[in-house]
């Protein structure tokens, strides 16, 4: 069959020119002997965009020798902020704000961020088993509209909003969950859609007006998992984050022993041989493990950070006092990060770099000892500590201090975005001091990527400038551009949001020419792609 098909579409050919030939000579068409017609069968396959206009690209490549772009390396560093919505902290400002007033106070927070050149933002969606967004497992928080389980009123998804708005801005954007608190002592009565009253065999009352989860029950681990989960399934979130309430600080009961003598009798008289501390941690170590696997077969590139208490136990390194969170909260972080469970780890340095019994420095020094699995290490800064100047220039030291000690993954998170909006001197010292340039985030290289091919690019040029334009098969994997101008052999670059697609640029800049115009996308771990070229004649 094959052979027939091949005979036919050659003997047509030869007969076409034949045909064609002989009318050119005689100057008048003739008749054209046409093959028989024959099916054919073709290939349906998709293909992507990006391959079939492959060639084109490789076409225009092929003028320039890729090798001699060498393109400058833009900063890398986790520059963030907290957003507490728990108790109204920071959003929403109070608790009976319309839904403007809301989404405006969120603009207005995320455009400050931006402002100042941070790139992530850490917010809050569950502070005491209440949701600022649609969960069909919690009730809406009293802190979002004054009674729990009310909706906002004209109707929105808060944290639909604040993604969206986020990622408009090029920000980050981490959901910010406290694992086991129940009710906040601010949450005013407990309501009968509160989860003290849905689940209260899982959860125990303190003496300060808390009411918290039993960290080491089946249930409670069972629900926080399908709270997790839904969050991360149905919004478009960059990371999960917990802070360093695990098992509650001892004053919020108090100053007495957490009260679970019911599942710690239950668990004697099953057989357990663990003491009662080594109990609490395995039922905290356990749950960790289970949330970070969990995420990562949910999406794995959504980031999981914890933030713990500071000092893992008093001793460790040598000379450090204080509280311990090994002993008080049951909570080992020193295993999790060993163990990898976590992609960062914020400890909360909240400590000055000078007394050496608490200091920020060497705390951060020990953490990164114990970092083996080379997760990232950003540690929490108490920005919000003193307005004094000398406290402005303590934090900005400490930031260089997170530089000097692990340059390959350079980070902070600012505790929290109060110390700075209400600090006209705090910010000012930080973003045009150690932020005074854009950064990106660094790169997880051990989550899986999202390979961007060269985006589309094409230009115009005018008689003084050229308009250039780019495009990619992949957007809404794109969280920003870079985008490259060369000048007179000098490279400039730019950090783009994702909805800009164009930009015009001058011929001529302090007397040199421009020569070439490079963009590349960047992927939601903020992987950089490959090269997209426009060549200037």
């Avoid at 000579?25 to 003739?30: E, I, M, N, V």
């Amino acid at each position: 069959m094959k052979k027939q098909v091949v005979y036919f579409i050659v003997l047509g050919l030869v007969v076409a020119v034949i045909s064609a030939c002989s009318s050119k000579k005689r100057g008048k068409s003739q008749p054209v002997l046409v093959a028989p017609t024959t099916v054919v069968q073709i290939d349906t396959t998709p293909v992507e965009l990006s391959k079939v206009e492959a060639p084109i690209v490789k076409k225009e490549k092929e003028k320039i020798d890729m090798e001699q772009i060498n393109l400058p390396e833009i900063p890398r560093e986790f520059r963030a902020a907290w957003v507490a919505s728990v108790a109204n902290i920071n959003w929403p400002s109070k608790n009976n704000l319309s839904t403007e007033e809301q989404k405006q106070e969120a603009i207005s927070l995320l455009d400050f961020l931006k402002a100042n050149r941070f790139n992530a933002v850490i917010f809050q969606v569950r502070p005491a088993a209440d949701a600022l967004y649609k969960s069909a497992y919690e009730p809406w928080s009293v802190f979002l509209t004054g009674q729990q389980g009310q909706a906002p009123f004209p109707y929105y998804d808060p944290l639909e909003f604040w993604v969206e708005q986020a990622h408009k801005r090029g920000l980050e954007l981490h959901v910010w969950l406290n694992p086991y608190r129940a009710h906040h002592g601010t949450s005013g009565q407990v309501t009968e859609s509160s989860m003290v009253k849905r689940m209260p065999e899982s959860v125990v009352k303190l003496k300060q007006g808390y009411y918290w989860f039993d960290p080491s029950m089946k249930s409670t681990q069972d629900h926080a998992s399908r709270v997790v989960l839904d969050i991360v399934k149905r919004y478009n979130i960059d990371g999960v984050h917990f802070d360093d309430y695990f098992y509650p600080y001892a004053e919020y009961n108090g100053g007495q022993d957490f009260p679970d003598t019911q599942s710690w009798n239950a668990y004697v008289k099953s057989g357990g041989r663990l003491s009662r501390a080594d109990w609490r941690r395995n039922s905290v170590n356990t749950f960790v493990e289970r949330i970070y696997k969990e995420i990562k077969a949910e999406k794995n590139h959504v980031k999981f950070g914890i933030s713990p208490f500071g000092i893992w136990k008093p001793g460790y390194p040598s000379g450090i006092q204080g509280s311990s969170q090994y002993d008080q909260l049951y909570a080992d972080a020193k295993l999790w990060l060993n163990k990898g469970w976590i992609d960062y780890f914020a400890p909360q340095l909240y400590w000055p770099i000078e007394p050496a019994k608490q200091s920020f420095t060497t705390l951060l020094r020990w953490w990164q000892s114990e970092n083996t699995m080379g997760r990232h290490l950003w540690p929490g800064i108490n920005t919000v500590g003193k307005r004094a100047p000398e406290y402005s220039s303590e934090i900005v030291r400490q930031i260089a201090v997170t530089r000097q000690e692990i340059p390959n993954s350079i980070g902070a998170i600012h505790w929290s975005i109060a110390g700075l909006t209400k600090n006209p001197g705090m910010t000012n010292a930080v973003s045009e001091g150690p932020y005074r340039k854009e950064a990106l985030v660094p790169r997880t290289p051990w989550l899986t990527s999202f390979y961007l091919s060269a985006p589309f690019v094409h230009g115009e040029s005018h008689k003084t400038s050229v308009f250039v334009k780019w495009s990619h098969p992949r957007s809404a994997q794109v969280s920003k551009w870079l985008v490259y101008v060369n000048y007179g052999g000098v490279w400039q670059y730019d950090i783009v949001m994702p909805d800009v697609l164009s930009k015009e640029f001058a011929k001529e800049q302090n007397g040199k020419k421009l020569k070439m115009i490079v963009v590349k996308a960047v992927d939601p771990l903020e992987n950089e792609g490959e090269m997209g070229i426009y060549q200037v004649k």
